[in-house]
């Protein structure tokens, strides 16, 4: 059936479908066929076909004037004309899909508030055409009933059946129709002379127009008595509605009136559907103001709205907006709302390189509010477009200056991880993290961190997990920020079925033990109750040693669930983690200290904040509006942070420095490394003594010498925190004991702190070499100055 029409006329760039069985036929001298464009596009469109040769002249000249009259009216709310073609047997018109009022209004789902909005957009739809053609064309439509209206895919009701249009000034007697049941629809004037010499330009529209709001709300129409019966019609349609079908036609109103009338204040046309889509029609005329104030609104009004308008009619409009126009971020909302439901096909055709462009922006807002809202599309997005084109885009976002975008990002990780390959999780997500959990100055995005990487403990490789784990989450506990602490406890818990059990005796039990003596009780009582679930697994262990095996099952699981932990003692603080993060809040009550005046080992983008980073606030809850108004800052790019500056926020760097037996620092490699080296080029150092806060004026390894002196010094002596040894955890943990900012739990906790003032002989005599080294490495300086000479007009001065 596809192509039997089509051999009449070669050149008809159309299909001829089967023929759409509804009605139609009856009531009109066409009938609706299916149809599709030829070649690869395929487009569907609907095809009207009259039959030449079954019919007669006076039907052709029909077909022949509706043709015509579609050709050169052009309008909104009139149905689309694409190409027509006349043989000897059959016509063909070719229009977008539509199909009759008639039959679409005995199948709308939709009822109550939904269904009279929508009935509302479509009666106004009509009106408006008629409004057109009565007093912009001086034409008169003369044929308006459900099945000269048509509904296309989008919901819209485009006015057709344009066989019997007339001019205004000719006789206004209504034409004979055929089929003959068509003059249900004619005005009662038609059989009074004396009231047809009163009939205005559009009276005869209007009768129709009374007799479509009637069909609309009722049903098919039986007789033109039914038209008595009110019921079913709105309240605040019902006087317009009586004025239409009036029996004075001198007292119809005109379309236009109808328009202005009920688009006011409570009027059947003033309302949100057709507010949205009269300024989605005219938003190009718009200014951004209005068009931001009007998508803030939008995502909550479509839940009203019937679901073919939402998705032919508005997303597109929305697409087109934000692609073509200034629509800005605020548009990602309702088009991201709007996006589910697309099927998976059309999703990747229309929104995904919507969502790919986006990600690319340098806008902070929009980037904020993609942020937000990937849980809406990230399911959408195939882990190949993830990793290549919108990780490394979102990757930027640790590296911002404004905190709210460096916390969204964070965020983001817990959607995006599932679609991660290994290097983009196991390596640069893990550096970010380290940095941001030891280096941020919010404390918010240093418990979000915390949270975030016990979220995505099940996706890290099984040897990556078990290096970093328990390092970073005893890190969190030692943080000055009491929601940061309890953050470090929960991810313990949650995540216990990946520690092995002589970690637990080792290194978490110890770490957790410190915690019961907190200044803050929020902090003590998880950490009492984690201890006893860790003592709890340890004891069955003992009593049964055949448990370690099965209680050890998922540490080197590729894939274990989170889930399951659930089911264990850690149910409660898997609750805990996976509950919503932590919303951070001004953490300026504990500053982090200053730096020392000697020169650090950073990065310059760190050394050298910009202005907008120094005007950076410290809450990273900030306002969309700070966000407009925050400068396009990129001085700390990717670059400033390369593989050489991670070291310092090494979380593996814990290994040894925490296990007693370890070897000594800067000879131990960690279990699966040399694994982790081929597979994805993740660097493993040893010791969180890397990270040296001395002078940079003494020789590197003199300093580290130095270093190990001093601790061994330290341990016996036990004086108060020095600046100059502090680690990047503990930098600013100045209300602590200093056996907080210790990265070794052998240091003799139980000890009593001397006083830095007393004497000491040995601190005394190793102050006193460095002294010294440094005065003959002044005079090396100095004496091959000397054997240089003078120096030179455009030398290098040192």
Request: proline share 6%; with cysteine; net charge negative.
């Amino acid at each position: 059936m596809w192509s039997f029409f089509s051999r009449e006329k070669n050149d008809f760039p159309y299909e001829i479908g089967d023929e759409v069985r509804g009605g139609l036929e009856t009531w009109s001298i066409w009938s609706l066929h299916r149809g599709r464009k030829k070649g690869a596009a395929a487009e569907e469109v609907s095809i009207f076909v009259y039959d030449i040769k079954n019919g007669t002249d006076a039907k052709l000249e029909l077909a022949r004037a509706s043709v015509k009259r579609l050709k050169t009216l052009r309008h909104p709310s009139i149905m689309q004309y694409l190409d027509s073609v006349e043989t000897d047997k059959v016509l063909y018109v070719a229009t977008e899909v539509v199909e009759p009022l008639g039959t679409h209004i005995e199948k709308l789902e939709t009822d109550g508030p939904q269904r009279d909005l929508y009935l509302s957009w479509g009666i106004f739809q009509i009106t408006r055409a008629l409004s057109f053609l009565n007093n912009d064309g001086s034409l008169r439509h003369n044929n308006v009933s459900v099945w000269s209206v048509f509904v296309n895919t989008s919901g819209e009701w485009k006015l057709g059946g344009l066989e019997y249009v007339s001019p205004v000034d000719g006789n206004p007697t209504p034409p004979l129709k055929v089929p003959p049941q068509l003059e249900l629809y004619d005005p009662p004037e038609k059989a009074d002379p004396a009231k047809l010499k009163s009939a205005t330009k559009c009276s005869a529209d209007m009768w129709a127009l009374g007799c479509l709001v009637w069909e609309s709300f009722n049903g098919k129409l039986r007789a033109r008595s039914n038209l008595k019966e009110i019921e079913n019609i709105p309240k605040s349609l019902t006087p317009l509605y009586c004025e239409l079908v009036g029996a004075l036609p001198a007292k119809r109103p005109n379309p236009a009136d109808i328009i202005t009338k009920c688009r006011k204040p409570g009027g059947f046309f003033k309302n949100d559907l057709v507010d949205t889509l009269l300024f989605l029609e005219e938003i190009q005329i718009k200014d951004k103001a209005e068009k931001n104030r009007f998508f803030g609104s939008l995502t909550q009004q479509l839940d009203n709205f019937p679901e073919n308008v939402c998705r032919h009619k508005i997303l597109p409009q929305l697409i087109t907006a934000y692609e073509y126009g200034d629509a800005g971020s605020a548009v990602l909302g309702p088009m991201f709302k709007l996006g589910r439901l697309l099927d998976e096909t059309e999703y990747q055709k229309r929104i995904v390189p919507c969502v790919v462009k986006l990600f690319a922006s340098t806008d902070r807002v929009t980037r904020s509010r993609l942020l937000q809202q990937l849980d809406l599309f990230v399911s959408h997005l195939q882990p190949n477009v993830v990793n290549d084109q919108i990780f490394p885009q979102v990757a930027h976002g640790f590296l911002d200056t404004n905190p709210t975008i460096r916390e969204q990002t964070v965020k983001s990780v817990i959607h995006l991880a599932p679609k991660l390959n290994y290097n983009n999780l196991n390596v640069e997500v893990l550096r970010h993290f380290a940095r941001l959990q030891a280096r941020d100055d919010q404390g918010g995005i240093r418990t979000n961190t915390t949270v975030c990487l016990g979220k995505i403990a099940p996706h890290l490789h099984p040897q990556v997990r078990q290096r970093v784990l328990v390092s970073a989450f005893i890190r969190a506990m030692k943080d000055p920020f009491p929601p940061a602490r309890v953050a470090g406890i929960l991810a313990l818990a949650a995540t216990q079925q990946y520690f092995l059990l002589t970690e637990v005796a080792t290194r978490i039990l110890p770490a957790l033990c410190s915690l019961t003596t907190d200044p803050e009780k929020s902090v003590r009582d998880p950490a009492f109750k984690t201890i006893k679930g860790f003592l709890g697994k340890l004891e069955k262990v003992s009593e049964d040693p055949s448990l370690k095996e099965t209680m050890e099952a998922d540490v080197h699981t590729a894939t274990p669930s989170l889930g399951n932990a659930a089911a264990t003692w850690a149910g409660w603080a898997v609750t805990a983690v996976t509950a919503k993060f932590y919303r951070s809040q001004s953490d300026s009550s504990r500053p982090r200290p200053p730096l020392t005046s000697k020169t650090l080992s950073k990065p310059a983008s760190l050394e050298q904040p910009s202005s907008s980073s120094l005007s950076t606030t410290t809450s990273s809850v900030t306002s969309m509006t700070s966000l407009e108004h925050e400068s396009n800052d990129t001085s700390a790019s990717a670059s400033d942070y390369g593989a050489d500056n991670w070291d310092n926020e090494n979380w593996g760097d814990m290994d040894t420095s925490q296990d007693p037996s370890s070897p000594t620092v800067g000879n131990a490699m960690p279990i699966g490394s040399s694994a982790l080296n081929a597979a994805g080029g993740l660097e493993i150092r040893d010791g969180w003594d890397n990270e040296e806060w001395g002078s940079l004026e003494e020789e590197p390894n003199e300093e580290i010498e130095e270093k190990h002196e001093l601790e061994q010094i330290n341990d016996k002596a036990k004086p108060t925190m020095n600046c100059n040894n502090l680690s990047p955890v503990s930098d600013n943990n100045t209300n602590f004991n200093s056996n907080w900012n210790s990265d070794s739990w052998a240091d003799g906790e139980f000890e009593p702190i001397d006083d830095v003032t007393t004497g000491n002989p040995k601190l005394d005599e190793a102050r006193r070499k460095r002294e010294e080294k440094k005065l003959q490495r002044q005079r090396e300086l100095e004496a091959r100055r000397a054997a240089r000479g003078p120096l030179k007009l455009g030398a290098k001065k040192l």
